[in-house]
């Protein structure tokens, strides 16, 4: 699989041979160590140079993978079948997982992580990706509870984490992304992790994909979540709109008409705020309201968003280095869009939305009123 172009679909390109292979690869990868090895450095940890600073201690099966799918090196075929047999190979090699360049082979880009009992192919994170897995990713997937049975739905699925850990939960999942290259990745780890009779996936716009009168008893989305400059270019995984909130409130709006009776929904985002708080809870306040539901706001942590603050900085520094636009005329247009909103702090949050709560209405958490601690953890 080429982490640039989009692949073939996995469903309509493999033989049963290759997909054994897929299927077998994270228990290979399990007993040669390369599962517990990464997870010393975290949860979805992605700190390459902490890693390569290592790679010289481990044994020399271990030191291959890690730096074949984890730091994008280049392999001799000779290094390579210390782990894995000729023919599993040429099976990595047909579906595009491995390339072979100069008489070497390497990934073009994708690295296999171990994330909560599962292991997922995503390309390595770059200026402007167009597949994103990062912090708030397993933060979203760590929360997730759907009952056993539960018919499941997950929306900006990506590469498919928050979907692999619904129907490991025993539900039966649609899941749905627009990417197409986002949805090959999801494809390709639904094969990975041997689900492929729990889950479906969906190429399409959010509810558009679905049929009519399709219900769930669960919906989770991890939408495009940071605010910014709305008329300014900022990478597609990330833009949020002028406050964080775009995506988040298309999804809430259907969401009623979605929810079975009973059923809940999860979705994690930041947004725009003051000293207050987060501004958009007055809006969810009123949506809660109207709707009859039950709306928890998680809000563990914020951050300045102000000229200086190492959020402003880092969201101004995404944006010019993905598009080649001028850093300082970057910094101006968010300064004055941010004094235009009133904000100049960053919350993160999670929603927590229940249809048919004997306790309707809308109530958040103040954790971020306490000095310390992370931004998604404590």
């Known amino acids: 699989m080429n982490a640039v172009a989009e692949p073939t679909s996995v469903d309509?390109?493999?033989?049963?041979?290759?997909?054994?292979?897929?299927?077998?690869?994270?228990?290979?990868?399990?007993?040669?160590?390369?599962?517990?090895?990464?997870?010393?450095?975290?949860?979805?940890?992605?700190?390459?140079?902490?890693?390569?600073?290592?790679?010289?201690?481990?044994?020399?099966?271990?030191?291959?993978?890690?730096?074949?799918f984890f730091l994008n090196g280049e392999e001799s075929p000779d290094e390579v079948a210390r782990v894995f047999a000729s023919h599993e190979v040429q099976a990595l090699l047909r579906l595009g997982i491995l390339l072979e360049k100069a008489g070497r082979l390497h990934t073009d880009g994708l690295i296999l992580l171990p994330v909560l009992g599962h292991v997922m192919f995503v390309p390595r994170p770059i200026a402007d990706p167009t597949v994103y897995f990062g912090e708030d990713s397993v933060a979203l997937a760590v929360r997730l509870s759907p009952r056993r049975g539960s018919r499941c739905l997950d929306l900006c699925s990506g590469p498919g984490i928050q979907a692999l850990r619904s129907a490991a939960a025993g539900g039966q999942v649609v899941a749905v992304?627009?990417?197409?290259?986002?949805?090959?990745?999801?494809?390709?780890?639904?094969?990975?992790?041997?689900?492929?009779?729990?889950?479906?996936?969906?190429?399409?716009?959010?509810?558009?994909?679905?049929?009519?009168?399709?219900?769930?008893?669960?919906?989770?989305?991890?939408?495009?979540?940071?605010?910014?400059?709305?008329?300014?270019?900022?990478?597609?995984?990330?833009?949020?709109?002028?406050?964080?909130?775009?995506?988040?409130?298309?999804?809430?709006?259907?969401?009623?008409?979605?929810?079975?009776?009973?059923?809940?929904?999860?979705?994690?985002?930041?947004?725009?705020?003051?000293?207050?708080?987060?501004?958009?809870?007055?809006?969810?306040?009123?949506?809660?309201?109207?709707?009859?539901?039950?709306?928890?706001?998680?809000?563990?942590?914020?951050?300045?968003l102000a000229l200086g603050s190492r959020s402003f900085e880092w969201l101004a520094e995404s944006c010019a280095n993905a598009t080649g636009l001028a850093l300082?005329?970057?910094?101006?247009?968010?300064?004055?869009?941010?004094?235009?909103?009133?904000?100049?702090?960053?919350?993160?949050?999670?929603?927590?939305?229940?249809k048919g709560s004997p306790r309707p209405g809308f109530v958040m958490t103040q954790q971020f009123r306490q000095p310390g601690g992370g931004f998604w953890f404590r």
């Open 12 to 68: 309509d390109s493999l033989s049963n041979r290759d997909l054994a292979v897929l299927r077998g690869l994270p228990a290979l990868v399990l007993r040669e160590g390369y599962i517990d090895n990464l997870l010393l450095y975290g949860v979805g940890h992605v700190s390459f140079d902490a890693v390569r600073k290592d790679l010289a201690a481990l044994p020399p099966g271990l030191r291959m993978l890690t730096s074949l």
């Open 177 to 304: 992304e627009i990417n197409t290259v986002a949805a090959a990745c999801n494809e390709l780890n639904i094969a990975l992790n041997s689900l492929d009779r729990q889950i479906e996936l969906r190429r399409g716009d959010l509810y558009a994909v679905l049929r009519p009168g399709e219900r769930f008893d669960f919906v989770s989305a991890n939408p495009p979540l940071l605010p910014f400059v709305p008329d300014l270019p900022y990478p597609f995984v990330g833009h949020g709109g002028a406050d964080g909130m775009r995506v988040t409130w298309r999804i809430l709006d259907q969401l009623p008409e979605v929810l079975a009776d009973g059923g809940t929904a999860q979705v994690i985002g930041t947004c725009t705020g003051d000293d207050a708080g987060p501004h958009s809870r007055i809006e969810l306040e009123r949506y809660a309201s109207a709707h009859g539901l039950q709306v928890v706001m998680t809000v563990p942590a914020r951050g300045k």
């Open 328 to 354: 300082d005329m970057v910094k101006q247009r968010f300064a004055s869009h941010l004094a235009a909103l009133g904000a100049d702090q960053l919350y993160a949050y999670y929603l927590t939305v229940t």
